[in-house]
């Protein structure tokens, strides 16, 4: 499994790929919305796990971009907010396939990234 973590907070991003890589997956690090556009145009991903918001910038660029560059990626985003919390986002992207709380357990998005990327 090929994953992109697009994520600011480099603690939270390091986490969540520490505990992907332990599981198997390659995984690489985003923690701009400049380097999440670089890692689209020229990797193959199997899955992108996403913060909507990146240091007051929307990331949803980047998963408009990965719909056509990685057709067969799927997105899990994760946010803090609850803007999105009523699932207008799943209509509004559909390479959208979970949207997470932030705080979520790594183990448990470990979990739903190993489902997602086998789908």
């Not at 193959?44 to 719909?67: E, P």
């Not at 992207?93 to 949207?99: D, G, L, T």
Request: net charge negative; proline share 3%; glycine share 2%.
């Amino acid at each position: 499994m090929r994953v992109l973590i697009v994520e600011s907070n480099e603690a939270l991003a390091m986490l969540w790929a520490n505990h992907l890589e332990r599981s198997g997956a390659a995984v690489q690090v985003a923690l701009t919305e400049e380097a999440a556009i670089a890692a689209v145009e020229s990797d193959t991903l199997d899955l992108i796990i996403m913060d909507v918001m990146l240091d007051q910038r929307s990331a949803l660029a980047v998963s408009d971009l990965a719909q056509f560059r990685q057709p067969r990626a799927r997105v899990i985003f994760v946010s803090s907010s609850s803007f999105f919390s009523d699932g207008s986002i799943f209509n509004l992207y559909p390479n959208a396939c979970a949207y997470l709380p932030s705080g979520t357990s790594p183990d448990d998005l470990c979990a739903v990234a190993a489902h997602y990327a086998a789908a």
